[in-house]
């Protein structure tokens, strides 16, 4: 039963405390539907005091339809909501338009959840996107933190952002809303790289659960679990010594931490500069590294998004070379 | 260049020392014939000892040709060898045969390391053979132990295995010996898991290549490597947690642990016992910790391979239930 699998997975990431406020994203997709349900169903148990989200990005003709469904859902169980409406199309002339859609998205959520005063904000995730998630950086290229996936609990800018259904098949999210009798709009394509990703959903894995092994997405998801515990830990030890090497690092007080540590502590030294590690793959890391170790004082490394570093007197500093 | 590629792995992962005595296991296939011309290359520069080691495992009728062709190479080179024979198969009658060729050899090799006082016990596999093994890992289901896929140096009973060629492409090896005007063996099948080896070999891989990404082999080599720092660095910050909390693991000090640690407290306690933590999946480690949170005091959970794990008064005991 769905049910028991979110109890399971709220427990486990300590997802849900009694009294919270949580700020649901409805798009009107299956996933953000079955969550509304769901947590619904929960109210009474944890005194949750919910209250929707609905963003309107405009990408489809009929997404208008998407926001009177939500409104209908929102009146039947009497919870209140927020809907707004933006064109990510003509905001997305810079940029993609993916990228755009999402920021729009998490802005939008962000500025509600502290106008509302929610302690979480709720998102649909489930199981099959997250082995699409870890499968799709497995084939681009990953480490400890790709592999992590789409992250259960998660804090940005302050605010935590819950996924209870990132253990629960898609599958089974579509028999809850059957026997609910509740017809979803079609899943809104506001995930990013939709090609790639639909080439991997409606092919790759549909081959890989056939040929290799059918419970292919269920291993991809406890990998990305067991990868989150693990990337947790040592990016804690790596905040700590990067707090200690300081902004300006020492090298040789970094030479002597364990690899894996140095390897995140700039990460962490890019992510403070770029707000995330997006778009850094491992030859930027091996870059940095042979900056370190092979070239003179003076060398600068680019990195992408106008972030530079410098090798300068045994030391290494991060810098916004543009913007 | 391979040679430089070589000297790269050689050099990032400290795998040879200025007069190192070496056994090479050159089963007369591509790579470990390989193996053995650009390790003799390297003899003069850093005054190495070479010695080779041939297993004829009698699996196909033509291997006594390869111990042959190894005897010429061994001759040419001017370099002692040591080959035996046994008939795997015979001895394969208990257990899977992969796996008895694999333990008669590492047997072979540690006998005869111990014998002339060998430093180090060179493997020829590839970054071919690492990508495989990668992808199999992932398909079937792992954790970052098994995303370090093979490393380049490791202790097996106090040996070193040193695996110089792990960054080098197959292409490249082969193109190598082309050039060198040696025609190696076929390469014989001294692997694991063939079956579904070969499918991901043959199968998988190009497809990989062809439709998602070209380089899905270097990525996935840089991903074991980047995972192998990782896992090194956390299976020493358990050691020594494993260490202090003894034998019998007080359950209150355990849980105080980080959950990442405690996994790999619960992997190192496993191993200690089985001798390596294959065949250990993600179910069994859940079911350790579901019997630590939920079951009661006596309660028992059997792992593979005869192992046994009781909760009894707060305390966690792993034992051998059989043989």
């Known amino acids: ?4 699998k979110l109890r399971n997975t709220i427990k486990k990431y300590g997802l849900i405390s009694r009294l919270d406020k949580i700020l649901i994203a409805v798009s009107g997709g299956p996933d953000s539907v079955a969550l509304l349900y769901l947590l619904n169903g929960l109210k009474e148990e ?4 919910l209250h929707i989200a609905h963003l309107d990005h405009m990408l489809r003709p009929d997404s208008c ?7 209908g859902l929102a009146s039947r169980l009497k919870i209140p909501l927020t809907t707004i409406q933006i064109d990510v199309r003509e905001l997305a002339s810079r940029g993609s338009l993916e990228e755009v859609a999402r920021n729009v998205r998490l802005d939008f959520l962000f500025k509600l959840a502290r106008e509302i005063k929610a302690d979480k904000i709720a998102l649909g995730h489930n199981l099959d996107d997250q082995a699409e998630t870890v499968l ?5 290229g990953t480490g400890l933190y790709g592999l992590s ?20 098949r898609r599958r089974d999210i579509e028999a809850f809303l059957r026997q609910k009798k509740v017809k979803p709009c079609l899943d809104p394509s506001n995930k990013e790289d939709i090609y790639f990703r639909n080439k991997i959903r ?4 549909p081959l890989l659960e056939k040929e290799y092994n059918k419970n292919i997405k269920e291993v991809l998801s406890n990998m990305a679990e067991s990868a989150g515990y693990d990337y947790d830990y040592l990016s804690h030890i790596a905040g700590i010594a990067a707090k ?15 690899p894996a540590v140095q390897r995140l502590v700039l990460r962490l030294h890019i992510a403070r500069l770029k707000g995330n590690t997006r778009r850094i793959v491992f030859q930027h890391i091996r870059e940095i590294e042979d900056l370190i170790l092979n070239r003179p004082s003076g060398s600068v490394v680019d990195l ?3 972030i530079s570093v410098i090798k300068k007197k045994k030391k290494l500093s991060f810098y916004r070379s543009q913007n």
């Open 202 to 205: 409606n092919k790759l894995l």
């Open 304 to 306: 992408p998004k106008g």
């Open 1 to 4: 039963m769905i049910i028991d």
């Open 46 to 49: 944890f005194k949750l005091n």
């Open 136 to 140: 799709m950086r497995i084939l681009r």
């Open 65 to 71: 339809k998407d926001a009177e469904f939500v409104k």
């Open 244 to 258: 200690r090497l300081g902004p300006k690092i020492h090298l040789d007080k970094f030479l002597k931490l364990h």
């Open 149 to 168: 996936g789409i992250l259960p609990k998660r804090n940005i800018d302050g605010y935590q952002i819950i996924r209870p259904l990132i253990e629960a």
